[in-house]
């Protein structure tokens, strides 16, 4: 249930990514309404929605996958030419593709990635020589040359999973039937992990949590120089099997899942260091507690060592171990520990292994996240010293230097130069932008803005820190992209996508409505950043309000990017839109997210009554026409605003909600909840079952009928108790749909049923 989840779900365009209105636009002219059906149709209104963007290791070319104007989910990938600024498309993945269907690994592969809707090419991975690109398609492999040509690797009816260039170039590996698969690049791949192991065991794979939760879609890695590879073996044998029925319109499926639910045991994630042939393993010693979380795995820059991620059950701690290659043996370096007793350790990809053996690190050990520079020279000299001497190496007296400071969180690491001695990084300003800055490695000076400070951004840059790619938007324009220089300058637009002329938006320009936004106080006074959009109003009436919400930790809802055509499309029909983040929302610091632990339904309940509340004092708002949406985390949170707040709320809908969190993931689950066999009294407190009976306001419960993430049982169990309950309720559920029940046809569906629900109960604007 990560924040890209919950932008998905919603179907919200709040990504940073997602295009911004021309500077001068004019708001003034007549336009057409805005249907649901036109939100959802191609091209999409966002304008271009360019996915994977990546630099060549040359520096030279810039790669992306393009959506077409035709199919806004069919990705081909294309190249831009730095030099000529010239684009031209490198694989067309219809004439490429063959149409075959997914295997049932790949297919919740992608569910787990955030990519189940998409066609074409959703992934592709740069050769190191800059040459070529390796790319998957329709399950099977092929190498693209920037000259066009364009080389078939794999041919099989069954799927390569997770495709990798190895790091010089010299081989390709993917997984097929469980084994890690090797052969050199543009030659024949053998299976190179042992054969005729139980069914539970999978090489070469990340586990379920991993996945889904952990943002770790690898399960082995090469070494740089290509002459060894970490290769995960995962066993299933103690993972609870859930029967999950996949329920379609002609026919039902029924898949017996491996899902580890809170509290029970996780699968045991072991790894092997091996030859590109498989020979020469050696078992990396992880420790004896095998109720771990391999959360991380690299190589040092050099090749000497492995650097692993060892995360606890509890997640409070993170030891990160330096491995030998040649024996497997581990040493701690270091342990990253909660920043309270009551918190636990968020997970990242924000971090650097340098070339002088030091460490780059994002930690929230200060209250907000920042970046800090552990070990190098000095240590490295105190290591050899206490090794030479045969002494037990534990790297825990390092130096560690505070490189960013202050309460706006880092919040991402965009990339280093370290010849030039800087890092780029993404920040909190102002709480409601991102913003991209550059300071120096040695933590001297101050750091410096690099991007616009009218726009929200994000940003990547290519491996040697040298061109820095920026995304952004603001809330009245939609996505836009450029190169730039190191120092922020912009060298050219990839994407201006300004909303004029043929733009897709454009039509729709003269009702946009800019976003207006403050804060209201929490029960312990911590300000909530709040954000309307208001149709056109007349003096003296009164408004019904469409509140949306999200809820969980992990996203931040509310910002000054663009809001995207879905909320529009809302104020079209005269509602107001709100949303509010509450206690337990990203990008806040430790403090704001902690109100979650253990305690989840409660302090982010408390908050949203606060934003109701509030709306409730507007003299244009209708205190009697406050409706309630939220999906996934948001859908739970519906529930439980209107378990604990009858008659506050005009109406409710919960999509793909979690009732019970007993049937929810261990890595997500217990990060904010504790084990249930530790903890019961805070799961009973937290679950939406026990008090659905209080449900006393129209309750619009929808969910996806072959969801594999949040399982159908979560919305049966409700369905059963309310209606046992006789507790009156309406539902839509959506055949053979997953987690994201959203496309061409069954978005405006799912969005003409929920207007419809509102209208049957009389929550709707003054004629």
């Given at each position: 249930?990560?924040?890209?989840?919950?932008?998905?779900?919603?179907g919200?365009?709040?990504c940073?990514t997602?295009?911004?209105l021309?500077?001068?636009?004019?708001?003034?002219?007549?336009?057409?309404?805005?249907?649901?059906?036109?939100?959802f149709?191609?091209p999409?209104?966002?304008?271009?929605?360019?996915?994977?963007?990546k630099?060549?290791?040359?520096g030279?070319?810039?790669?992306?996958?393009?959506?077409?104007?035709?199919?806004?989910?069919?990705?081909?990938?294309?190249?831009?030419?730095?030099?000529?600024?010239?684009?031209?498309?490198?694989?067309?993945?219809?004439?490429l593709?063959?149409?075959?269907?997914?295997?049932?690994?790949e297919?919740?592969?992608?569910?787990?990635?955030?990519?189940?809707?998409?066609?074409?090419?959703?992934?592709?991975?740069?050769?190191?020589?800059?040459?070529?690109?390796?790319?998957?398609?329709?399950?099977d492999?092929?190498?693209?040359?920037?000259d066009?040509?364009?080389?078939?690797?794999?041919?099989?009816?069954?799927?390569?999973?997770?495709?990798q260039?190895?790091?010089?170039?010299?081989?390709?590996?993917?997984?097929?039937?469980r084994?890690?698969?090797v052969g050199?690049?543009?030659?024949?791949?053998?299976?190179?992990?042992?054969a005729g192991?139980?069914?539970?065991?999978?090489?070469?794979?990340?586990?379920?949590?991993?996945?889904?939760?952990?943002?770790?879609?690898?399960?082995y890695?090469?070494?740089?120089?290509?002459?060894?590879i970490?290769?995960?073996r995962?066993?299933?044998?103690?993972?609870?099997?859930?029967?999950?029925?996949a329920?379609?319109?002609?026919?039902?499926?029924?898949?017996?899942?491996?899902?580890?639910?809170a509290?029970?045991?996780?699968?045991?994630?072991?790894?092997?260091?091996?030859?590109?042939?498989?020979?020469?393993?050696?078992?990396?010693?992880?420790?004896?507690?095998?109720?771990?979380?391999?959360?991380?795995?690299?190589?040092?820059?050099?090749?000497?060592?492995?650097?692993?991620?060892?995360?606890?059950?509890?997640q409070?701690?993170?030891d990160?171990?330096?491995?030998?290659?040649?024996t497997?043996?581990?040493?701690?370096?270091?342990?990253?520990?909660?920043?309270?007793?009551?918190?636990?350790?968020?997970?990242?990809?924000?971090?650097?292994?340098l070339?002088?053996?030091s460490?780059?690190?994002?930690?929230e050990?200060?209250?907000?996240?920042?970046?800090?520079?552990?070990?190098?020279?000095?240590?490295?000299?105190?290591?050899?010293?206490a090794?030479?001497?045969?002494?037990?190496?534990?790297y825990?007296?390092?130096?560690?230097?505070?490189?960013?400071?202050?309460?706006?969180?880092?919040?991402?690491?965009?990339?280093?130069?370290?010849?030039?001695?800087?890092?780029?990084?993404?920040?909190?300003?102002?709480?409601l932008?991102?913003?991209?800055?550059?300071?120096?490695?040695?933590?001297?000076?101050?750091p410096?803005?690099?991007?616009?400070?009218?726009f929200?951004?994000?940003?990547?840059?290519?491996g040697?820190?040298?061109?820095?790619?920026?995304?952004?938007?603001s809330?009245?324009?939609?996505p836009?992209?450029?190169?730039?220089?190191?120092?922020?300058?912009?060298?050219?637009?990839i994407?201006?996508?300004?909303?004029?002329?043929?733009?897709?938006?454009?039509?729709?320009?003269?009702?946009?409505?800019?976003?207006?936004?403050g804060?209201?106080?929490?029960?312990?006074g911590?300000?909530?950043?709040w954000m309307?959009?208001?149709?056109?109003?007349?003096?003296?009436?009164?408004?019904?309000?469409?509140?949306?919400?999200?809820?969980?930790?992990?996203v931040?809802?509310?910002?000054?990017?663009?809001?995207?055509?879905?909320?529009?499309a809302?104020?079209?029909?005269?509602?107001?839109?709100f949303?509010?983040?509450?206690?337990?929302s990203?990008?806040?610091?430790?403090?704001?997210?902690?109100?979650?632990?253990?305690?989840?339904?409660?302090?982010?309940?408390?908050?949203q009554?606060?934003?109701a509340?509030?709306?409730?004092?507007?003299?244009?708002?209708?205190?009697?026409?406050?409706?309630?949406?939220?999906w996934?985390?948001?859908?739970?949170?519906?529930?439980?605003?209107l378990?604990?707040?009858?008659?506050?709320?005009?109406?409710?809908?919960?999509?793909?909600?979690?009732?019970r969190?007993?049937?929810?993931d261990?890595?997500?689950?217990?990060?904010y909840?504790?084990?249930?066999?530790?903890v019961p009294?805070?799961?009973?407190?937290?679950?939406?079952?026990?008090?659905?009976a209080?449900?006393?306001?129209?309750?619009?419960?929808?969910?996806?009928?072959?969801?594999?993430?949040?399982?159908?049982?979560?919305?049966?169990?409700?369905?059963?108790?309310?209606?046992?309950s006789?507790t009156p309720?309406?539902?839509?559920?959506?055949?053979?749909?997953t987690?994201?029940?959203?496309?061409?046809?069954i978005?405006?569906h799912?969005?003409n049923a929920?207007?419809?629900?509102?209208?049957?109960?009389?929550?709707?604007?003054?004629?």
């Amino acid at each position: 249930m990560r924040s890209v989840l919950a932008a998905v779900a919603l179907g919200l365009s709040t990504c940073l990514t997602t295009p911004v209105l021309a500077e001068t636009a004019t708001m003034t002219e007549a336009a057409p309404t805005l249907s649901f059906e036109r939100v959802f149709a191609s091209p999409g209104l966002d304008g271009p929605a360019p996915r994977q963007v990546k630099l060549s290791p040359d520096g030279r070319f810039l790669t992306l996958l393009k959506n077409r104007a035709d199919d806004r989910d069919r990705y081909d990938l294309w190249g831009y030419d730095i030099e000529t600024r010239q684009w031209r498309m490198l694989v067309d993945s219809e004439k490429l593709g063959s149409g075959r269907e997914l295997s049932e690994d790949e297919k919740m592969q992608r569910e787990r990635a955030r990519v189940g809707s998409l066609k074409g090419i959703i992934a592709y991975q740069w050769a190191s020589d800059g040459a070529g690109v390796l790319v998957p398609l329709d399950g099977d492999l092929f190498l693209a040359k920037l000259d066009g040509m364009v080389t078939r690797l794999t041919d099989t009816e069954g799927t390569e999973l997770n495709p990798q260039l190895s790091s010089k170039g010299g081989f390709v590996s993917f997984v097929r039937d469980r084994r890690l698969w090797v052969g050199p690049a543009g030659g024949e791949a053998q299976p190179v992990t042992p054969a005729g192991e139980a069914e539970t065991i999978r090489w070469g794979e990340a586990e379920f949590v991993a996945q889904e939760e952990m943002a770790r879609l690898q399960g082995y890695w090469w070494s740089p120089e290509d002459s060894r590879i970490v290769v995960q073996r995962t066993d299933e044998a103690a993972v609870g099997v859930v029967t999950r029925a996949a329920i379609g319109a002609k026919g039902t499926k029924v898949f017996d899942q491996r899902y580890p639910a809170a509290g029970t045991d996780n699968a045991v994630a072991e790894l092997f260091v091996m030859n590109p042939d498989g020979t020469g393993s050696v078992k990396v010693d992880l420790g004896l507690n095998i109720d771990i979380y391999v959360a991380r795995v690299d190589w040092a820059p050099d090749g000497s060592a492995i650097y692993v991620q060892r995360q606890d059950r509890a997640q409070t701690r993170i030891d990160m171990l330096k491995v030998d290659p040649a024996t497997g043996a581990s040493t701690i370096w270091f342990t990253e520990t909660a920043a309270r007793p009551d918190y636990w350790v968020n997970l990242s990809d924000n971090y650097r292994f340098l070339k002088d053996g030091s460490l780059l690190w994002w930690s929230e050990r200060g209250g907000y996240g920042h970046f800090y520079r552990f070990g190098g020279s000095k240590v490295a000299a105190q290591v050899l010293a206490a090794e030479a001497a045969g002494e037990p190496v534990i790297y825990n007296n390092g130096q560690w230097q505070q490189l960013t400071h202050g309460s706006s969180p880092a919040t991402s690491l965009v990339g280093v130069d370290e010849a030039a001695g800087t890092f780029t990084y993404q920040a909190t300003e102002g709480v409601l932008t991102q913003q991209i800055y550059r300071a120096r490695l040695d933590g001297t000076g101050e750091p410096e803005l690099l991007t616009d400070p009218d726009f929200t951004n994000a940003a990547s840059m290519d491996g040697a820190g040298r061109l820095l790619y920026v995304s952004r938007s603001s809330p009245n324009q939609p996505p836009q992209s450029y190169l730039a220089a190191p120092d922020g300058s912009r060298v050219a637009w990839i994407e201006e996508n300004r909303v004029e002329g043929e733009h897709p938006y454009a039509p729709f320009l003269a009702s946009h409505v800019t976003p207006e936004y403050g804060t209201i106080a929490a029960e312990d006074g911590t300000p909530l950043q709040w954000m309307m959009l208001r149709p056109e109003m007349q003096a003296g009436k009164r408004y019904p309000v469409f509140f949306a919400h999200y809820g969980g930790p992990g996203v931040q809802f509310v910002s000054k990017g663009w809001q995207g055509a879905l909320a529009q499309a809302v104020v079209d029909r005269g509602y107001i839109y709100f949303a509010l983040d509450n206690r337990g929302s990203n990008n806040r610091g430790v403090d704001f997210e902690q109100p979650l632990h253990r305690a989840m339904g409660g302090a982010e309940v408390r908050d949203q009554k606060a934003g109701a509340l509030f709306l409730k004092s507007l003299d244009y708002v209708d205190p009697a026409k406050i409706a309630t949406y939220g999906w996934s985390y948001g859908g739970y949170m519906t529930l439980k605003m209107l378990e604990a707040d009858p008659g506050l709320y005009a109406a409710g809908i919960a999509g793909a909600p979690v009732t019970r969190w007993e049937l929810y993931d261990t890595h997500y689950t217990e990060r904010y909840m504790g084990d249930p066999r530790e903890v019961p009294e805070a799961y009973e407190k937290a679950s939406a079952i026990p008090d659905a009976a209080k449900i006393a306001d129209p309750l619009l419960l929808i969910h996806g009928m072959a969801d594999d993430n949040v399982i159908f049982e979560n919305s049966s169990e409700l369905i059963s108790v309310l209606q046992e309950s006789n507790t009156p309720f309406e539902m839509m559920l959506y055949p053979g749909y997953t987690h994201r029940v959203s496309g061409p046809r069954i978005g405006p569906h799912v969005w003409n049923a929920i207007f419809r629900f509102l209208e049957a109960h009389g929550v709707t604007p003054h004629k």
